[in-house]
């Protein structure tokens, strides 16, 4: 039997009426997408759902349903074996997580080392600018990596102000899922029994249907100067893809955000959104992305000026200046 859903939902982040914004498709175990969405559904073990997209009227954020529990998409062993087969199901020719195409000479790594580098930096001039204005002086200093993964991001963050500070700057990484690559990583919130000056949500709300709840978790554990770090991905283009008629099956990616959204969850809960912006040269493990970023402080206000939510039109011309950004970069590669 198929789920059936209504026309609307109400929005995870400020509950507000949604509309859909692309048509429905319905996906069984004898549904043939691609690989991303066979593999999905293989693992959150679903039987018969209807996939589309919906769009919240007042903050713009996009959802995909069905609602299901996304963290069995990243079991351990499961996951990894799951994708690799619906991959190389689709790509005969090609092995998982390997392209030969991979380009490893120097100029080309540390091209990818400086541009990953460039977004700390950017990252770590917003914090300064927040602080500038106040006379805090950190006795400890501690990260905590939410979603972490394999912590790579906090070991950056901790090894660099590490340096300046000349002490220990502990990290504590927390994913939700236990993943293949977060093996080793801690995993138990038992072990946590301190508040944090910085809390990191890096590329990990777009995974989840509920961000709201998943950043209100994060948030027990911020002292009273924290700053709040959230960077999700670019992905306006699914909702306007959506309305130019392309259907959507399942995926790894079930939340798109856009700054009016991103700022609204962090006011949602508790959080002074001091500054958010849309990263075009954005990187990921030194892969150019388009992300967006959004900084505040928990519990605290503060004088920036730019942490008003952007209105309809600006959203609108920023998100078609994406689409043509990413149209024109597909064109260049064919």
Known sequence: MINKFPTYYKCPICK????PTSRPITVNKDTKINWISDSCYDLAGLKEVTCELQTCQSCLHTFLLPIYDTSKLYQTNLGYETRKKAY???NPKDVYGYSPKQDTTADKIFKKSARELKRFENN?????????SEKINYDSFSILDWGGGDGYIS???S???KSVLNKEVDYFVYDISEWKNSQGIKQDLNEINKKFQLIIISHVLEHLHDPLNELKAALKYADKNCVVIIEVPDQRY???LGLLGKKYGLNYHVSFFCRKSLTRLMSSTGIKP?????DFNSSYRGNGI????AVGRFNKQNQLTNNSEPNFFYEFFTTVFLFIRLALRKFAKI
Do not use: D, P
Request: proline letters at 0%; glycine letters at 0%; charged letters at 20%.
């Open 16 to 19: 507000t009426k949604t509309v």
């Open 290 to 293: 388009e992300s967006i970023i």
């Open 159 to 161: 090894s660099v102000i």
């Open 124 to 132: 770590l001039k917003i914090f300064a600018q927040i602080f500038k």
């Open 155 to 157: 070991k950056i963050y």
């Open 238 to 240: 699914v909702s306007l």
């Open 274 to 278: 001091i500054f958010s912006k849309y």
């Open 88 to 90: 190389e199901s689709y």
